[in-house]
């Protein structure tokens, strides 16, 4: 899987928009781009994928960079309960479901 | 409701074998166990699907899996070290395919003494 690149931390207002961005420069045409994130002393929580199209559910945006090497995950009005570990990840289309974790970025909200 | 694993907290001593139980999401058939240590973030450990270990990660013979029938499944480590110290995850998916994702449990935050 390719190897992905995040800020080690990050500060956030309550209420702004919280911008994380990752860099996969060397991603394939068969790997998607996943993003999770964890709280403290829970397990990691499922928030957003795409392969190659922008991207956007209850929780966030994903925008991926026409040339995949980098995204964006976007929290449209980051609060105190987004303060959490988040991880960029890529995987494989098919036929492997293990999950390369990196070191994530630490996300803070403050108010 | 999502993955639930048990026990959510377990004390052993060195020497010792452990296992600890995961029930995965229903209709789910993609069962995967993760370790997570400090030092280390988060380890794959191996995946099952139809009952079949499909893929394993590195680590020793010490750890070890098997799954259900009914998905579930249920991992062992063996001859405990104090490095085995470790919050333990297990996840689920519909299928072992990049295209469905995974959801964890809380884990089970195992201690060795």
């Known amino acids: 899987d390719a190897k992905t690149t995040q800020p080690t931390s990050m500060d956030c207002a309550e209420g702004r928009a919280a911008n994380l961005p990752c860099n996969h420069s060397?991603?394939?045409?068969?790997?998607?781009v996943y993003w999770y994130r964890q709280i403290h002393s829970q397990g990691p929580q499922y928030i957003i994928h795409g392969l190659k199209n922008n991207e956007t559910n209850e929780m966030a945006s994903l925008i991926i960079t026409e040339d995949r090497k980098s995204s964006t995950l976007i929290l449209p009005h980051a609060t105190l309960r987004d303060t959490a570990v988040y991880y960029c990840?890529?995987?494989?289309?098919?036929?492997?479901?293990?999950?390369?974790f990196g070191a994530g970025t630490r996300l803070t909200v403050k108010p | 409701t999502g993955v639930t694993q048990s026990p959510t907290h377990l004390i052993k001593t060195r020497g010792q074998q452990v296992t600890l139980s995961c029930s995965p999401i229903s209709g789910h058939r993609s069962v995967s166990w993760y370790q997570q240590t400090p030092g280390q973030g988060l380890q794959f450990l191996f995946e099952?699907?139809?009952?079949?270990?499909?893929n394993k990660g590195n680590f020793p013979g010490r750890f070890s899996g098997r799954q259900f029938s009914n998905s579930r499944s249920e991992m062992n480590v063996s001859t405990l070290e104090l490095g085995d110290s470790a919050l333990y995850l297990c996840?689920?998916?519909?299928?072992?395919?990049?295209?469905?994702?995974?959801?964890f449990g809380d884990g089970t935050r195992l201690s060795i003494l």
């Open positions: 060397t991603i394939s045409g068969n790997e998607y």
């Open positions: 996840a689920s998916s519909l299928e072992p395919t990049g295209n469905q994702p995974q959801h």
């Open positions: 099952y699907f139809s009952e079949t270990q499909r």
């Open positions: 990840i890529v995987r494989v289309i098919y036929n492997n479901n293990d999950m390369r």
